[in-house]
């Protein structure tokens, strides 16, 4: 009982504070390099965000469905805003969209795809999710061109 106190604590702190992935009034996105990788889309602090390959990938700006919730969202947070999305140089304004989850929030998609956070990438420039199978499907990179980043 102690831990989920102080877990909901932290997560509250962390929420108020804005330093919990996914939790944005505005979103940002930005193209990060690795040299293992290339280049890829990440938040405005060089965060990783990813996309799960059992998602829904939209079209035309519609018909995008995320299917990560629960036990998986908690793992892979969403990328969420209560505004607009910014973009920086290299990505497509044009690809930017968001759907409407479950629980209310609005989550940002990047080419129709639903764009998550990696809890196990530990600071910027982190891309331990990259090609790992995770919630019964892979998660993958997102190349500024809109595509998964292949190895």
Not at 129 to 139: L, N
Request: with cysteine; hydrophobic share 35%; aromatic share 10%.
């Amino acid at each position: 009982m102690k831990r989920i106190v102080v877990a909901t604590t932290l997560a509250a702190v962390f929420i108020v504070s804005g330093a919990l992935p996914g939790v944005a009034q505005d979103a940002a996105l930005t193209v990060q390099n690795s040299a293992e990788y290339g280049a890829y889309i990440a938040d405005a602090e060089g965060r990783a965000l990813y996309l799960f390959e059992a998602d829904t990938q939209g079209q035309g700006g519609a018909g995008a469905m995320s299917t990560c919730k629960g036990d998986c969202a908690a793992a892979w947070p969403p990328l969420t805003s209560a505004g607009t999305t910014q973009v920086s140089e290299g990505v497509s304004g044009e690809m930017i969209g968001n759907i409407q989850r479950e629980d209310g929030t609005t989550q940002v998609t990047y080419n129709g795809w639903p764009l998550y956070y990696y809890v196990k990438d530990q600071a910027p420039g982190d891309t331990t999710g990259h090609d790992i199978e995770d919630f019964g499907a892979e998660w993958y990179l997102l190349r500024p061109e809109g595509e998964k980043a292949e190895d």
